[in-house]
């Protein structure tokens, strides 16, 4: 089976009526691929009954082209309202997409990929036929199918969003730890990621269960439907370059380890047939590629450690090469870390780490078609949505964007950052398909400091301040927030372009020791853990806001676990 193809032949005459549903035409044989002009890959997204989001992949197999008109009716009464990467227009039932001037070459096998929203009622059936400059596409020069189908590679093998349609699985080990805290039961059954953050994490380590004991399990909770398992893919060399709390057991300069020691006995059990019907969902490398871009040298944030990984390239050659062999495994979903807004939603910062991120996806072998989509705001605290004030509004004469707290960002919370990096990447190369994952699992800021309304007008700052949700003293705090909150429980396709709303980072399980710990798990001490903390360039000299007594990352942290229920929000009932 080949982890690019989404659905045979055979699919093609299915209705897309729900989530995920799509048709394509992928040539099976060199051969078949000669005599196919062109094939088109049509993708529902997101469908919410009134609207819908699509994805439309063109592979030219004919003659190099220097532009090209797609085109297509539907028997349904679907209206286009907007499209990105092509000029998409409509005349009554017939829709035509045509090249922006960036992206009209064609090259013989090449591929450029469009999407576009769109209306209807009743059904939304996908389209039948597609014309590439007057040329059928999906069917032979003979007017047959492209590729039968194949007994082994069964229709919707591999979907568009995992999450939709499936359960998520419930980690037993942090299940128990949930329902042994007092009110713990009322979110014990909430789904959260599975931490592979060390080499012996793969088989379980101190009593811990490892990979094969939670995919098992997985399968148990599966029964007759869908289920997703979530992974984090946390082990780089040189881990962490900026911040201690997390650093890891491998130095900077084994690479080799990583790759032979870490990725290939997790992409060996992962491929095992057994695990083959479950959805696995990989968060690959947090806190490392962006690190790349704001801190290393001349900037004022910069470490000795992270302007080692920069010149040593080992977290380019990691992710890509996690990516790519993680990547062959055909029910994998890799989605990379995107840091949150509060870090990269910077003009210097956003368009520079979405190359890095090309750069890694393009590295050891790997391709962008590794990458199913990314992840914002993994083990953060950035509020979801703030609701009281925009980055439009102006106060006193001056803009949202010049108070202390927004400091020149273009984004004052995630998902309007992780639609706007969504668009970005597409615009670099990355598949039109791709979702994002937002970590809601202590984004939530509620309890009685949650503010209900506007600041006061006084000044550009007293607006922000006093109706911003997120009450961090500086977005650049990480670290065992006080005052922070659970946020939206886990759900699939919440928003446009966000395949799920997700708890990564297990709520309850520390970020790093309050003071210096000694452990042999690598874990150092970070000041930003320190509650007596005053600061440094990187959160602009403001106090930590961290907890006291903080155990090492990963942790059990009863007391935060107990303040994240306290100012859930949507609070807990």
């Given amino acids: 089976m080949s982890r690019t193809r989404t659905a045979l032949l055979a699919a093609m005459a299915l209705v897309a009526g729900a989530t995920g549903t799509a048709i394509a035409a992928v040539p099976g044989a060199a051969g078949a691929a000669a005599a196919v002009p062109c094939t088109v890959d049509y993708k529902v997204q997101n469908d919410w009954g009134s609207g819908f989001t699509a994805s439309v992949t063109i592979t030219n197999n004919s003659a190099a082209k220097s532009s090209w008109s797609l085109k297509w009716s539907y028997a349904g009464n679907q209206r286009i309202a907007s499209g990105w990467n092509a000029k998409v227009s409509q005349s009554g039932a017939n829709v035509t997409a045509a090249n922006e001037s960036y992206n009209g070459t064609l090259a013989t096998g090449g591929s450029t990929s469009f999407g576009f929203q769109g209306t209807y009622s009743g059904s939304n059936a996908v389209p039948a036929t597609f014309t590439l400059d007057g040329v059928t596409c999906n069917v032979d020069s003979g007017g047959g199918p492209t590729d039968p189908p194949d007994p082994t590679d069964p229709p919707g093998d591999r979907v568009d969003n995992p999450y939709d349609g499936a359960q998520v699985y419930v980690n037993p080990e942090w299940s128990a730890n949930a329902a042994a805290e007092p009110g713990g039961s009322r979110i014990a059954d909430e789904p959260t990621g599975v931490w592979l953050d060390r080499t012996a994490a793969i088989n379980g380590a101190n009593g811990k269960m490892g990979l094969r004991d939670h995919l098992d399990e997985a399968l148990e909770q599966k029964g007759s439907g869908e289920l997703v398992i979530q992974l984090v893919i946390y082990n780089l060399p040189g881990r962490d370059c900026a911040a201690l709390a997390s650093n890891g057991e491998l130095g900077p ?6 790759k032979t020691e870490y990725i290939d006995p997790i992409a060996e059990i992962l491929a095992d047939p057994k695990y083959a019907d479950l959805r696995i969902v990989t968060t690959v490398e947090i806190d490392s590629l962006p690190n790349l871009v704001t801190n290393v040298s001349p900037r004022a944030t910069a470490t000795p450690n992270c302007d080692v990984m920069k010149a040593n390239g080992n977290y380019v050659k990691g992710v890509g090469y996690a990516l790519n062999k993680l990547g062959d495994v ?3 979903y890799n989605y990379v870390d995107a840091g949150h807004h509060g870090w990269l939603g910077w003009d210097d910062n956003f368009g520079a780490s979405a190359d890095m991120f090309k750069q890694a996806a393009t590295a050891e072998g790997a391709t962008v078609a590794d990458v199913h989509g990314f992840i914002a705001n993994t083990a953060n605290y950035s509020a979801l949505k703030e609701d009281h004030f925009s980055i439009g509004d102006s106060v006193a004469g001056k803009s949202v ?24 990447l597409v615009s670099i190369g990355f598949d039109s398909g791709i979702g994002m994952l937002i970590d809601t699992s202590r984004n939530g800021w509620g309890g009685a400091n949650r503010p209900t309304g506007p600041g006061a007008t006084t000044s550009v700052d007293t607006y922000v301040d006093g109706g911003r949700y997120d009450r961090r003293f500086n977005t650049g705090n990480w670290c065992n927030q006080s005052g922070a909150g659970l946020g939206e429980r886990p759900q699939a396709s919440p928003e446009a372009g ?11 399980e520390s970020d790093g020791a309050s003071e210096a710990i000694d452990n042999d798990e690598g874990k150092g001490f970070d000041r930003m853990c320190d509650p007596t903390y005053t600061g440094n ?5 403001n106090m930590s806001g961290a907890l006291g007594n903080a155990p090492i990352s990963g942790h059990w942290f009863s007391a935060q676990f107990q303040e994240l229920m306290k100012n859930a929000y949507p609070p807990l009932s």
């Avoid at 300069?253 to 990583?258: A, G, K, N, V």
Wanted: no cysteine.
């Fill in 253 to 258: 300069t084994e690479i080799d380890r990583y």
């Fill in 330 to 332: 055909d029910n994998v």
């Fill in 537 to 541: 360039p990187r959160n602009d000299n």
């Fill in 498 to 508: 966000i395949d799920a709303y997700v708890w990564m980072k297990p709520p309850g």
């Fill in 401 to 424: 964007r010049e108070s202390k707290w927004v400091s020149w960002n273009r984004y004052v919370d995630e998902l309007s950052y992780a639609q706007a990096l969504r668009d970005q």
